[in-house]
């Protein structure tokens, strides 16, 4: 382990190298506490926040983050750079960043270049091994065993042992049980080769439960930098991936900007892109444009994308007396297409096509739920579930591809019917990570849905979601300014941990059991240290007991 | 149905009459809708903010409300006016409160003014009635029977139906179904004899889930306007009961200024008083000075007590490998009391003696969880189950006295062990109404433990919790200032509908439905005036579209 010192003594950014992969280096940020009787403590926190907050790093957002995969990619020696009529495109477009130099790979002819391939073939990838070190979070060193625990830790150890629901959890988890987790598409590791700049991460329940922070302009909001800014916000309150969700002006750009500067992997709706290239006109949408749009996005480095293709033309029917009707947009803009065409899907009957694209880059499926619901109302209905089981489908299409999958997930539940989604989801899609929004569980707090879909959030995660796509205070309202992305953040962040907690994921705990330690004890500054944001609790501590001498022993 | 109009068309304050007690009037807000195909819509919700919020009623603090129960208290003919010397000591304290002419009444000598004692005898009392039409909602008006419904509505209804786990959740409250329930001890109405200003709620889990707010100052803190003013900002968000905490100086001003002004139960921690006349000194505690605070109280109007009686001498043993040990402040004095006395605790020797001081007022038990876990490592231990089974026996005690009983519960708990809270404590304590606090699903979290607990508080209402206590974001930091008591309030609002939503408590989803409806057809300000907080959803909207036309067709 080699340790960036830093200026703050209370907080590190380390990283831990790796054993198989040398020029593995997986940053954590280090909490040192107070000694306990003469002894040194600490605890090491999963860190999503990239170089931005190694004080060693020099970051200049015009050049764009280093890129810490692209020597792996190249040693693979299965791509090549891509000089083509789309690349030229993008540059037509231009990118305004003088500084940058981004020329897009792809796969070699016939070669499929996606960590389920190599990790089918039986080779752990440096990817592979990051995500291994990272998810231990050196717990390895804190972690006793149980024959070594007190009486006292032995009883509170089996009386607080979670509840999995099947989920095969490990006490440590290796770069080999990661490798079986992608071949069996339990897991995935969303990391195009075009986004070298991106800190490998899991996401797949038998592992941490993950969060996903939605950011993007639309035709009345806000600029690139704000955009940028709010990448860096959101990952700096533990974003594991961003989905940039711009409409606006400039998206293509925008999306360059993000890229570059990301140290979690980018996902997108091209979908979105692609339907403004055509002004919006159903009539003059379908699959070539579609088909642009994506290569043009798989050259830019998205690492995943959020696929429509189980919207069928029949399915349209079963959602004709909701209560909210279609909501999710790109759900309303394919039935839209196969109503007015009177056809299929497209992206169902061109579904190897994009197969096949998302192979050559490594870009993993989203299977979008375009037919969610859209309010308590709609939940769990005949169309929800008539789409899912079409996801299942097309995952295991996927994954003849070696293309990795993840599935979308609703949207606004009732908290008893959250279970039902997961198990159906299990069952239909045979695993593959599923990654909800919310779940919402009433509709009567419009300005509050961070906590009204942190409770399904909460419970959805425990069940069994790989990933919560976060919600903030603005859902429903409008576009959510950084206040709000902060929010909803920590709303989620903290429904991932309880996930984590419920589920009995290894030393979850840890971090609870030290916070509740140095509450006891009045450390007070252990206790917002180990806080999910310091800040404010320091703040709101403050604001009654303003003076220094109540923060100490 | 007699209704007060208002200035605001789009919001009126309605009072529904009783029909067994014809001077029974119940307040409900209305809240009118945009007709839809010429047609008049609008919704009554439940509404706890008392006289403050009718434009009819002039509210002067220093005169206190109108005591809409004195005239049933009298016509029972079974209390009599006080003027011993808890009286008059009460006047040398002194409230300053120049208009005030609060005479304390009790039960007539061997005499039982319980709601419970009537419940038992067969009386369908005004207060029964009260909140029977309270309950209601008058959702007999919007609700249509099953078979009138179109085959898309009986899919939905059948598709949503609620899971109760065992509760009896009625199609419509009757008064006779009130008192049943209060006569079996599975419901409480607080109702003090004293606190005539009161407007009677019901707390058991056949009926909605209610939402307690805590207030209170201490040494350090606030005064008494401030907390007169968080009271009745804590009903305007819902607060069903409020909890008066108050350490500091005026404890029994502060109080009294509560009391005459508040339209909701208030509940006290008698203990917290108590030990302040002994100016903290274990030596000097006992029996005799609790006693006389109780009375004090009891004649003050204070609608129920916690009480800390389960607490015995041999469970402080069970508590002592806890991470956290005793967080509880009257769990903690009792448990340093028995151990300095070395003695039983006196509120378990003397428990028959005080449930004969509730029985002549009327006050309610809430037995307090004085070993509650303090943290997510300590849930669910020895030490808490062992003095859930104490209150289990001591609810059967108090209901020998006709004495109503609500039992408190945690506090921190992983969302896999809430379930287990609920289960064993319907079964000790026999469907006697559960209170609880949170529960906190993290402890890393300080600052957002309105987050971390609402998540466990939906889940645990849903489970059977009667009433909720609510977590604000300054819990574990400091006292809460009107901010914090607003963000408490909502995020319990949220998790009991939810509760209410899942446990398929009848026409909760009408809110749900109404305000989905209005969001899917863009009728802005349905929206905003369904919602919990009208001012921040028309806020949010407006920093994104702050154009009119945004809001309208």
């Known amino acids: 382990?080699?340790?960036?010192?830093?200026?703050?003594?209370?907080?590190?950014?380390?990283?831990?190298?790796?054993?198989?992969?040398?020029?593995?280096?997986?940053?954590?940020?280090?909490?040192?506490?107070?000694?306990?009787?003469?002894?040194?403590?600490?605890?090491?926190?999963?860190?999503?926040?990239?170089?931005?907050?190694?004080?060693?790093?020099?970051?200049?957002?015009?050049?764009?983050?280093?890129?810490?995969?692209?020597?792996?990619?190249?040693?693979?020696?299965?791509?090549?750079?891509?000089?083509g009529d789309v690349?030229?495109?993008?540059?037509?477009?231009?990118?305004?960043?003088?500084?940058?130099?981004?020329?897009?790979?792809?796969?070699?002819?016939?070669?499929?270049?996606?960590?389920?391939?190599?990790a089918k073939q039986g080779t752990i990838t440096p990817e592979m091994e990051f995500v291994a070190i990272r998810e231990?979070?050196?717990?390895?060193?804190?972690?006793?065993?149980?024959?070594?625990?007190?009486?006292?830790?032995?009883?509170?150890?089996?009386?607080?042992q979670g509840e999995s629901f099947g989920a095969k959890l490990q006490e440590y988890i290796t770069p080999e049980f990661v490798r079986d987790e992608i071949a069996k598409g339990r897991a995935i590791i969303p990391a195009n080769i075009n986004h070298p700049e991106t800190e490998p991460m899991i996401i797949g329940r038998n592992f941490l439960v993950k969060v996903n922070a939605n950011i993007g302009n639309s035709a009345v909001s806000s600029g690139i930098d704000e955009e940028v800014e709010k990448l860096v916000w959101a990952t700096r309150w533990g974003a594991d991936t961003v989905m940039d969700l711009s409409t606006g002006k400039n998206i293509h750009e925008t999306r360059e900007w993000i890229l570059r500067n990301s140290p979690v992997p980018i996902g997108t709706v091209p979908l979105y892109q692609a339907f403004e290239k055509v002004n919006?006109?159903?009539?003059?949408?379908?699959?070539?444009?579609?088909?642009?749009?994506?290569?043009?996005?798989?050259?830019?480095?998205?690492?995943?994308?959020t696929i429509h293709a189980g919207v069928l033309k029949d399915h349209a029917a079963l959602a004709k007396d909701r209560v909210t009707g279609i909501v999710s947009r790109g759900g309303s803009i394919m039935a839209q297409w196969c109503s007015y065409h009177n056809k299929e899907n497209f992206l169902y009957t061109h579904y190897e096509e994009i197969c096949e694209i998302m192979a050559a880059y490594d870009i993993c499926f989203s299977l979008g739920d375009g037919l969610?619901?859209?309010?308590?109302?709609?939940?769990?209905?005949?169309?929800?579930?008539?789409e899912l089981e079409t996801l299942g489908e097309l995952t295991k299409l996927a994954w003849k591809h070696d293309v990795q999958v993840m599935i979308e997930g609703p949207g606004h539940v009732p908290m008893h019917m959250i279970k039902e989604n997961v198990d159906k989801q299990l069952e239909c899609c045979d695993e593959a990570p599923f990654y909800t929004l919310g779940p919402l569980t009433t509709d009567i707090a419009p300005g509050y849905?961070?906590?009204?879909?942190?409770?399904?959030?909460?419970m959805i995660?425990?069940?069994?979601?790989?990933?919560?796509?976060?919600?903030?205070?603005k859902e429903h309202l409008g576009l959510p300014n950084k206040t709000d992305v902060k929010d909803g953040m920590i709303a989620y962040k903290i429904?991932?941990?309880?996930?984590?907690?419920?589920?009995?994921?290894?030393?979850?705990?840890?971090?609870?059991?030290?916070?509740s330690y140095a509450r006891f004890n009045f450390h007070w500054e252990d206790q917002f240290n180990l806080s999910l944001d310091p800040q404010t609790a320091r703040k709101f501590h403050d604001e009654t007991l303003p003076k220094d001498r109540h923060k100490g022993a």
């Not at 969610?372 to 008539?386: E, K, L, T, W």
Request: aromatic share 8%; glycine share 6%.
């Open 449 to 458: 849905d961070h906590i009204t879909s942190a409770i399904g959030a909460g």
């Open 372 to 386: 969610r619901p859209g309010s308590i109302a709609d939940a769990n209905d005949a169309a929800q579930f008539a």
């Open 495 to 515: 429904a991932a941990h309880a996930a984590d907690l419920a589920k009995g994921h290894p030393s979850a705990r840890d971090r609870d059991d030290m916070l």
């Open 136 to 160: 231990n979070q050196n717990r390895a060193i804190l972690r006793k065993r149980f024959e070594e625990l007190t009486p006292a830790e032995q009883e509170r150890e089996t009386r607080l």
């Open 87 to 118: 690349t030229s495109a993008l540059k037509k477009i231009g990118s305004r960043m003088p500084e940058m130099d981004h020329t897009a790979r792809r796969a070699l002819p016939r070669r499929t270049v996606t960590q389920m391939h190599y």
């Open 1 to 83: 382990m080699t340790q960036t010192p830093t200026t703050s003594p209370v907080e590190e950014k380390i990283y831990v190298s790796g054993t198989i992969h040398k020029d593995v280096r997986v940053p954590m940020r280090k909490i040192n506490l107070r000694p306990v009787e003469g002894q040194e403590r600490s605890l090491c926190v999963y860190d999503t926040s990239g170089p931005y907050t190694d004080p060693m790093a020099k970051v200049d957002i015009r050049k764009g983050l280093p890129r810490i995969r692209e020597g792996w990619i190249e040693a693979r020696a299965d791509t090549e750079f891509r000089s």
């Open 461 to 473: 995660g425990w069940f069994g979601t790989a990933m919560l796509c976060y919600v903030t205070p």
């Open 280 to 305: 919006g006109k159903i009539e003059d949408f379908g699959w070539e444009v579609f088909r642009q749009t994506l290569i043009e996005q798989a050259e830019q480095g998205v690492d995943y994308f």
